[in-house]
C-alpha cells in the first residue's frame, strides 16, 4: 500500500459547488502539505500544518480551506470551486531527522480537480 | 524570501546523449536545503536527492550527478548518457532553515529523451 494516499484522484465539478479533497498517510510524520501544480509554474503551497493543531497559510491559501482531522490525515476545501482552481493537486508529507534538518516530502499521487 | 529558477523550461535530447539541468536559487539563510524531484509522465514525484547547505560535495547516483556551487547559488543536476526513461519534468526546489521545511520549488525543465 501506498505510503501517502490522496482520494479521489480525479474529480470534475462545476463552479461555486463545495469539494474537499483527502489525504491519509502511514508514514508516522507530522509534517503535511497541500500544493497545486500548474503548467509552467511548479508546484505552490496552498497549506501546511506541523501537527494537529498548528495550521499555517501558504504562499496561495485564498478559496481554500483545510483540516488536520488526525496526525495521518489532512483535508483540503474549496468552500466554492472556481475555474482558475483547475489544477493538480498533491499532498505531501516530512519528518524532521535529528541533526540533519529537514527531510525530503514525500508526495501522494495526486489529484486532478476540474472546475467547469 | 526564497526562489528558485530553472531557466530551461523544456530540453530535448537523443537517446545517449548528456545533458544538464541547470538550477540557480536565491536565499538568505545560511542554512537550507536542496533538493531535486522527477514528475515522470505517469505524474508522480520522485525524490531525486536532498543537499544542505553545509555540503559542497557533488554527488554521483549511476548516471545521475549533482553540481552544487554556493559560490553561484547553483545546483545543476547532469544525466549521462540519457534513455528514453529519463523523459519527465524535473524539479529543483529550495528549503530555507527559518521556513520550517516548506518546499519552494522552481517552475520545472521538461526533459525529452528520443529515440
Known amino acids: 500500500d501506498a505510503d501517502v494516499t490522496q482520494t479521489p484522484r480525479n474529480r470534475i465539478t462545476k463552479t461555486g459547488k463545495r469539494i474537499m479533497l483527502e489525504c491519509s498517510q502511514t508514514k508516522g510524520h507530522d509534517r503535511m502539505y497541500w500544493y497545486r501544480q500548474d503548467p509552467g509554474l511548479g508546484l505552490r503551497l496552498i497549506y501546511y500544518s506541523f501537527d494537529v493543531k498548528d495550521i499555517n497559510k501558504g504562499e496561495i491559501s485564498d478559496g481554500y480551506s483545510v483540516s488536520r482531522q488526525a496526525q495521518a490525515k489532512f483535508s483540503l476545501s474549496l468552500e466554492s470551486a472556481i475555474p482558475n482552481q483547475t489544477a493538480l493537486y498533491f499532498c505531501a508529507t516530512s519528518d524532521l531527522r535529528p541533526g540533519q534538518g529537514w527531510n525530503e516530502q514525500f508526495f501522494g499521487p495526486g489529484t486532478r480537480l476540474t472546475v467547469l | 524570501a526564497q526562489k528558485v529558477t530553472q531557466a530551461q523550461t523544456e530540453i530535448s535530447v537523443v537517446e545517449k546523449e548528456d545533458v544538464t539541468l541547470d538550477c540557480v536559487y536565491e536565499t538568505r539563510d545560511t542554512t537550507y536545503y536542496l533538493f531535486w524531484y522527477k514528475q515522470p509522465p505517469s505524474g508522480e514525484l520522485v525524490f531525486l536527492i536532498r543537499?544542505?547547505?553545509?555540503?559542497?560535495q557533488n554527488e554521483i547516483s549511476g548516471r545521475y550527478s549533482w553540481n552544487f556551487q554556493k559560490s553561484t547559488s547553483s545546483f545543476n543536476f547532469t544525466i549521462t548518457a540519457s534513455q528514453v526513461v529519463d523523459s519527465a519534468v524535473y524539479f529543483c526546489?529550495?528549503?530555507?532553515?527559518?521556513?520550517?521545511?516548506?518546499?519552494?520549488f522552481g517552475e520545472g525543465t521538461q526533459l525529452t529523451v528520443n529515440p
Open positions: 543537499r544542505n547547505s553545509f555540503d559542497e
Open positions: 526546489a529550495l528549503s530555507e532553515e527559518t521556513s520550517g521545511s516548506r518546499l519552494t
